[in-house]
Each structure stands twice: as C-alpha cells, then as structure tokens.
C-alpha cells in the first residue's frame, strides 16, 4: 500500500486500486489492470480539493480508511470495496471481488441492496430505474420514445440508489458507451461499465437524495444564473420562414396579449443549411426583422448544427478544410456525412484552437442581434448510417492526443456547447449567454439549457415529460423542458390545453413542432386553447421571481428546479415511486392532466397540510385524494407555511419596471423563504452586485410575525416595494413585521 496525499493506491498481482478521499463524503475509486494514469472527463469541474482528514488502518487481510462522515474496507486480495457509515452499517459493497476486466469492457459488480435508482439523466420510462437496463450512447432517436427506448440524445452514467437507511450516488466518469443493468440480470447483484476506458467511479455518500445531488454537482459543476428572458415563454417551429411571417407571429402574440419572450429560428433560415449564413431569399432582410423583432420586446435564438456543408465556395468549409479542423476517419482523411446540408464535415470540437474558431463565427450574428444559440444534431447525428453517427475509428484530438470517436462521442456535444458559450462570452463578456443543446453529457448544465428532443404530439409524451425531466434535473441538470405540444404529429386543442398547463412549471418553456404539422401557436386551437395558454402563459410571468429564485437555488446547490416528491418528502415512503405530480421548488406541487377528457385526476399530497391553489380547500398529507381538473384547471397545492413569489405578468421580461413584489404566505406555524434579486442579465453579481433576502413568519393564536430581512445588499436598483398577502388565514388579530405592528390591510414593505 502507497499513501498518497489524497488516499491511498494498493496493488495485488492483476491490478491496481487508487483510492482518493475528495471530501468526507466523496470517494473516487479508480481500477485498472494496466500500468496507466486515471483520466477525467469533461463532466468533472473540480480540479482541487479540500482534502479532508481521514484515518488508514492496515491489517492482514484489509485496509480501512475512515472519514469524519463514512469508512471504507478495501479487501487486500482481491481489492473490492465496501463502504460503511460511521455505525458500520454498509451503504455499498463489491459483488464478488467487484471489477472485471475483459475483451470487450470494463465492469463493476454491486451487491444489490438498494429498493430504488434513480437519476441516468435523458431516459424515456418512468422514475425508478431499479430492474432495468440502461445504455448511454448519445442517439438521434425520431422514432416515439416510450419504455423500451434505450438511447437517446444526453448520456449521465450517474445514479442515486436508495433504500430505508441509506442514500449515495455513482457516476462512472467514461465517455465510452456505458450500460448500468440495476437488477435485471440478478435479485442479488447490479452492475455498471462501459465497452472501453477506464473504471474510474465517484461514490457520493448523501445524507439524503438532497445532499447526494449537492455533492454530485459540486464535482460536475452547477449551472450558472441564466438571463432572465430565457424563463419566458418561446415559440419555435421547423421553421418560420419567410421573415415575414416570423414578425406576424411575432405581432400575433402583441396583438392577442400572449406574453412570449422568444422566437426561434429553425434550420431553414439558412442559405442551404449552411452554418452561419442567411437565406438571401427567405430572410432578405434580416437585419431589419431582427430590428422590429427587437422593438417588440423579442429575443431571437437560431439553431446552429455541427454538420458544415462540403462546398468549397463556402468559407466555413473551405476554413476548416485548410486548417484541418475538421474530425478526421482512421486513415486521416477528413471525414464526409450527411446530414441536412447533405454532405458535410464535423469541426473537432476537441481540440480548442476548433473551439475558439467556432465561437468567434458567432461574433457576426450576435452584432446582427441574435441573442441565443441552439446547438442541434450535436451528438452528432449522421443520416443514413445504421448507427445514426460517425464511425467510432473516427479521429479526434484531445490535449494533444489522438481518441477515438468511440471515446469521443458522447462529450462531443459538452465541446461543442463549450465552444459556443465561450464564444459568446467574448462577444459580450458581461452578458449571460443563452446555450440550448439537444446532445451533452454529464456535466452539460456548466455549457447549455437543454430539451428532450423529438417527442410526438401524444398524451403518452405529455406524461414522460415528467419523469423525464425529473431524471434529468436529479442528474444535475435543472435547466430542461420538453417540446411543448409535441415535435411530430398534429396537436389538438385539449392536448395543447393540458400540455401548457403542466410546461408553464417546467424549467424551459418552448413549443416547438415539426415541419408539415398543424401550426402549433397558442392560438392556432381556436379560442379556448387561447384563453386558457394566455391565462397559465400569464400565471408563469407572475411566478418570475420565484422561479427566479430556484434557478438561483440550483446554481448554488445544484438542486434541481422541478423536483419529484422524494426530492422533499425521502421518508414518506408514498412518494418514492410518484412521477406523474412533481414539486416547483419545495412549496408548490403541481399535478398535471396527462390523459384526454378527464376532468378529474387522483393526486397524493405528502406529509403535512396541502392547500388548493385555486380554491384554498385545506387537504391533510399523507393521503391519496380525486380533484377536479376541468380543461382550463391544473391541480395545484400549496404547502403549509409555503411562500410564493410574484409580481404583475408582463408581455416579455423587461417590458415594464416591477415595482413590488408580492409574497404569499400561506398558513402555517411557521415558514421560510430566501428570495434572490439581480439585473437578470449581466455577471455584474458576480462582484456582489446583487440583494438576497430571507423571508420568514411565525403564526399563532392569531398573531403573524413577519420577517424581512435583506441578508445581502448590492443592487440598488432592486424593488422597493413588497407586499404580504396572507393566504388561508381565518383571523388575523394583528401582523408584525420585523417585530413593528402594522396595519392588517397594509402589509407591506418599502425599503
Ligand atoms: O432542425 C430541424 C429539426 O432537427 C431535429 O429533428 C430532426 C431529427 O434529428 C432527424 O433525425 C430527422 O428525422 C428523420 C429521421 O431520422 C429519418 O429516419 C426519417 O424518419 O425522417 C425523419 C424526418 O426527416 O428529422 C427531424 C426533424 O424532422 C431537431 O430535433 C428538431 O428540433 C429540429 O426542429
């Protein structure tokens, strides 16, 4: 056994264990049978540790390393490992000697302990990943997505197993095709590993589902603070063209007061498909739309595939050719697919030189006054070869050195994403770039928001959203929404209807639809979709500063901002499978209609008092419960003592000054709350040029004390005004605030 400064490496007479303590919590295990150096991937943000103080114990036949937090026993013979809480309980043990090495792969055995798993970030299916078997290989997948979808676009070889007395984290940190059976193959054991690379895994030790995704974040990184605009409302399509009919939607949402922040620009804005180009004939005057566009408040994002067309007169490809930019195949030839553009070339967004040479091609659009960028086909999709990619003996660079595509594929999208948002950040360095991606893998939240790809116009999708981006958020990414309404096939006006009102409560809010479908604006269902949209459209502008405040959250803490009932309620044994209702935030649960004419639909509340956010109707936890649900109803509750943010809606973000805030609080005992304010734009809070507040109240025999307190002061031009509103509360005697009795009806504060 060697001590090193961060653990320990011991060796037997096949291979060699590297044991690195990251924080009391967080154990890297690194195996190998060869003499080699262990390699991060991109997803790992963190380059240093704080090493924490741990113990190291040698006997005859094991080592024991102890944290203030976990002890782990490695097994001198074969070198498996178990990991122990503080009372020797096991967490997670080897199955049988653990890792195996063989032609094909490298994998990990676990003696199968835990009830359920979730996380594995972009899978169709439901919550609970336990009996399945999961694959990550970044796929361009148009057919449904249902159950038996084994890939699709964004791979996260991470996991959070979960049974009643422990919860931990895995992520196997390998780029390679990875694949996880969690109980398919055998009751006693499960297993992970991948077709290549290295067995180099990450135990993250939480006290619950919470601080498992904390501390996986805090290796993989958090998204940072988006712009505020990009929490609005967005329209897309494949694709408005002409320009005028992008302004005509645009006018459209002005005219019929659908508050809308965004228009997207699909694929056909281009000359021929060509990157970084404009159709002369389709968008003649672009600078002048993207003016108007402008004048009405509208941001506007344009998609931007990886594919460059081969055509010498273009300068993108001509570029790339003579720089040698792009990837190349096994004999060093620069390598031809097809995809939109027909044939084309795929920049090496490896090798950073290709980075720096790509973000800066954004520098012309982003003068023009395109405010966003939507990486698609990034995984990179190729058509027409039966593995809907490039061959996997294709040739990147990375640091120097030549890896496969095998290898590559499934960061290729984190490079290009990198790429962008890098680039745009030279454009403009003081503005939040927006980034949307459809590829990525874990650790994508640092580079882009991402979307779930081609879903169809089907009630069936509407419901895997949910579980969907619930995976996703706990795998670290909060930053996700589905297309709204459906890519492929009409949509029809309930399924709209009930498809808005469950997405105004999913971190990224776009419709988007496919090319030869039913038009899929808020008013293209006739009347009732309209009113309805505009009504739950207007509700998401109302609730900006609390989903302001998750996003806030999730860049801290890396929590995700639409959470599935265990998230908040791990003891509540009820909640463990739920995934058709989910939380916003932890004081607003939201249990959408995900089936036709139903107007009534069963809901579990969780542990403690749930009031209707419609009607006030107090329901008590724990219990199962049948609401109503008519087609312009989504059923909301409220928590006891929960807190919720508003101000007035507006037509996009920064139409008007908010001048107040208003904070709900619903009855409870007592209550707490950390509200966040910025300019929603620049990195000027990065200097502390931002206000944090905590809110809180304590409630009985009639008396309400409320608390305001400014914890942190930096933005001057914050609101000055917030206001109480008091909800559920039968009698009110007296209001306190900052222990100052004040007037019942005046319950304010202007600072
Ligand atoms: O930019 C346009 C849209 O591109 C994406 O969706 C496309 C998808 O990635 C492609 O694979 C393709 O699907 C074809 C499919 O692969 C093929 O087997 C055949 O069935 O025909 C399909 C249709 O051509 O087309 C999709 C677009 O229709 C992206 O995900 C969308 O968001 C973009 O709007």
């Known amino acids: 056994m060697i001590k090193t400064s961060e653990g320990i490496i011991v060796r037997n007479e096949k291979r060699k264990l590297e044991l690195r303590v990251l924080s009391d919590k967080i154990i890297n295990v690194f195996v190998s049978d060869k003499e080699e150096k262990r390699k991060d991937t991109i997803a790992i943000e963190r380059k240093e540790y704080d090493i924490p103080k741990f113990t190291l114990k040698e006997e005859l036949e094991s080592i024991l390393i102890e944290t203030n937090s976990l002890k782990v026993k490695i097994d001198k013979n074969d070198l498996s490992v178990s990991f122990l809480d503080k009372n020797e309980s096991i967490i997670n043990e080897d199955y049988k000697g653990g890792v195996k090495f063989s032609e094909t792969d490298v994998r990990c055995y676990k003696k199968l302990r835990e009830d359920h798993f979730y996380g594995f970030g972009e899978k169709a299916g439901y919550l609970d990943k336990k009996g399945e078997r999961l694959e990550m290989w970044n796929t361009d997948e148009f057919m449904t997505h249902n159950q038996t979808t084994k890939l699709l676009y964004e791979s996260y070889p ?49 006290r619950d589902i919470k601080e498992v995704v904390e501390n996986y974040t805090y290796l993989t990184g958090r998204m940072s603070l988006p712009p505020l605009w990009v929490l609005g409302y967005q329209q897309s399509r494949y694709s408005y063209t002409p320009q005028e009919r992008v302004l005509k939607i645009a006018k459209t949402f002005r005219e019929k007061d659908i508050p809308c922040d965004v228009i997207y620009l699909d694929i056909d804005y281009m000359e021929g498909y060509r990157v970084f180009t404009w159709n002369k004939d389709t968008f003649k005057n672009y600078k002048e739309m993207l003016k108007q566009l402008k004048e009405m408040g509208f941001k506007v994002v344009t998609i931007v595939d990886p594919g460059v067309k081969r055509d010498y007169d273009y300068h993108v490809y001509r570029e790339g050719i003579e720089k040698g930019y792009f990837v190349k195949d096994k004999y060093g030839i ?6 939109w553009p027909g044939e084309a070339c795929f920049p090496d967004f490896l090798q950073e030189e290709v980075r720096y040479w790509w973000g800066e091609k954004h520098r012309e659009f982003i003068k023009d006054g395109i405010d966003g960028i939507w990486n698609d086909m990034n995984e990179p999709a190729v058509f027409e070869t039966p593995t809907k990619t490039m061959p996997e003996d294709n040739i990147h ?17 984190n490079y290009m994403a990198m790429a962008t948002r890098d680039g745009l950040l030279r454009i403009k360095p003081n503005e939040r770039p927006f980034v949307l991606t459809r590829a990525g893998f874990s650790g994508i939240q640092r580079y882009a928001a991402m979307w779930t790809g081609d879903n ?67 008013w293209s269902f006739g009347k009732k979709a309209e009113d309805i949209s505009r009504k739950y459209i207007k509700m998401r502008y109302e609730l900006l500063p609390y989903l302001y405040d998750l996003f806030y959250i999730a860049s801290q803490k890396g929590y995700p901002i639409m959470r599935p009932l265990v998230f908040e309620y791990q003891d509540d044994e009820n909640t463990h499978k739920i995934y058709d209702e989910f939380l916003l935030g932890d004081n607003l649960l939201v249990a959408p209609i995900y089936l036709p004419s139903k107007e009534k639909r069963e809901v579990y509340l969780p542990k403690g008092i749930w009031y209707d956010y419609w009607t006030g109707k107090e329901f008590k936890g724990e219990s199962y419960y049948l609401v109503d649900a008519p087609i312009d109803i989504v059923p909301l509750f409220v928590k006891k003592g929960g807190i919720l943010l508003k101000q007035q809606p507006q037509s996009f973000v920064g139409e008007k000054e908010i001048k107040e805030i ?54 001057e031009k914050g609101v000055k005004k917030y206001k109480f509103v008091l909800k559920n509360f039968d009698e009110i005697e007296e209001v306190k605030i900052n222990g100052k009795k004040v007037d019942k009806e005046k319950c304010e504060v202007i600072l």
């Open 397 to 413: 660079i990375l640091d120097g050195e030549k890896i496969l595509h095998k290898e590559a594929h499934n960061v290729y999208a």
């Open 456 to 522: 169809k116009s089907l009630y069936e999708h509407l419901l895997m959203m949910m579980p969907m981006l619930i995976n996703i958020g706990l795998s670290g990414q909060p930053f996700a929404g589905a297309d709204v309404g459906g890519f492929e096939g009409d949509c029809n006006e309930e399924l709209f209807i009930r498809w808005i009102e469950a997405a105004i409560f999913t971190p990224f809010l776009r419709v988007h639809s496919a090319i030869g479908t039913k038009d899929q604006e808020p």
């Open 158 to 206: 991470f996991f959070i197993g979960m049974n009643d007395y422990h919860t931990y984290g895995i992520f196997l940190d390998n780029s390679f095709r990875s694949f996880f059976d969690m109980g398919q193959e055998s009751q006693e054991y499960y297993f992970f590993g991948a077709y290549g690379g290295q067995m180099n895994y990450y135990f993250i030790y939480g």
């Open 334 to 339: 620069t390598y031809v697919g097809k995809v």
């Open 662 to 715: 208003i904070i709900e609080i619903y009855k409870g005992e007592e209550g707490h709350y950390l509200h966040y304010e910025d300019d929603g734009k620049s990195f000027d809070y990065t200097k502390g040029i931002y206000n944090l507040f905590e809110i809180g109240f304590k409630y009985q025999g009639g008396k309400i004390d409320i608390k305001f307190d400014r914890i942190h002061s930096g933005y």
